[in-house]
């Protein structure tokens, strides 16, 4: 690459050139298009009048406001009161009326399905994914398998009060750390790990002692769980007779429960969320699973 600063005259097009060269290719002199210029130059007089009618320069302790005084905020508020007093006949409909009330009333029920979407997506998303389908120690909303059941007024429970979350009405059943607080030895959580994956028919390590993790299992674990595996709703305690595990079904996974035990924590919603969007969540999040009514 070449640089030189002495102005030029391209003998091709007869215009100057910028003085820059890079591999003996020279820089014409082109001014630019005047449609250009003239788009550039809107653009300032449109940006000093933008700054003018509308809020726009930050001040030490405020900002300016602008000869027109309108704010997107306040133009949202609106928006949002508009919104409310056109839904105000459905919500007051939906506060009075019971769970089981709305769930018979196919326009209501449609109306606290779409609020309940809403209000999911704000608040429960986050763990449970966009649709339920939840993920890696959140429980799937899409499926049969209820750890609290499925119910109506149970979901509705489960949302109000949570699980693990420090409230009397709230979730309590708390798997404990095996391993850790020295209740069972390694050899032991093996073996009842391999009894566990037994139960749902995944396969087991060739020589495997399953009679003795079913010994294990009987003594430990069968109070919460069920003398089958078949898991217990008022416990928290999953059904381990089939296949759908909420932190994974491999050996090493099912191990590191037992020695380190689970208690993963459901919030409480009762002071976050209103008692009507409490109502739609709950339609909405028992509509996404076994649909369990009553």
């Not at 609290?148 to 750390?177: N, V």
């Not at 399953?210 to 089958?228: E, L, Q, S, T």
């Not at 208690?263 to 699973?289: E, F």
Request: hydrophobic content about 40%; charged content about 20%; glycine content about 12%.
């Amino acid at each position: 690459m070449a640089h030189d600063t002495h102005e030029q005259i391209d003998a091709v097009t007869g215009v100057s050139t910028t003085g820059h060269s890079w591999d003996e290719i020279q820089e014409l002199n082109n001014p630019l298009p005047r449609w250009w210029l003239w788009s550039f130059y809107a653009t300032i007089v449109w940006a000093i009048a933008y700054c003018i009618a509308y809020p726009a320069w930050p001040l030490v302790s405020s900002y300016t406001t602008g000869v027109f005084g309108w704010h997107s905020r306040e133009a949202i508020v609106q928006d949002l009161d508009a919104l409310k007093a056109q839904r105000s006949g459905m919500t007051t409909k939906l506060a009075q009326a019971s769970l089981d009330e709305i769930r018979q009333d196919p326009e209501l029920f449609a109306f606290a399905r779409a609020q309940g979407k809403a209000a999911f997506g704000d608040n429960c998303a986050g763990c449970h994914g966009a649709g339920g389908a939840g993920a890696k120690g959140y429980p799937n909303l899409n499926d049969d398998d209820w750890l609290w059941g499925g119910s109506l007024q149970e979901i509705e429970q489960t949302i109000r009060f949570g699980a693990r979350a420090s409230l009397d009405k709230g979730h309590q059943g708390t798997m404990p750390a095996f391993g850790r607080d020295g209740m069972l030895k390694r050899q032991e959580l093996s073996q009842v790990s391999d009894f566990v994956r037994s139960l749902s028919g995944l396969p087991v390590e060739k020589g495997a002692n399953i009679a003795g993790g079913a010994k294990i299992f009987a003594d430990n674990c069968a109070a919460c769980h069920g003398d089958k595996g078949q898991g217990n709703r008022e416990l928290g305690a999953p059904n381990l007779s089939d296949q759908i595990w909420l932190y994974g079904s491999d050996k090493v996974v099912i191990m590191d429960g037992l020695w380190n035990g689970r208690g993963s924590v459901m919030p409480a919603w009762n002071d976050r969320l209103d008692d009507t969007t409490i109502k739609a969540l709950t339609l909405y999040v028992n509509s996404l699973g076994g649909a369990q009514p009553h």
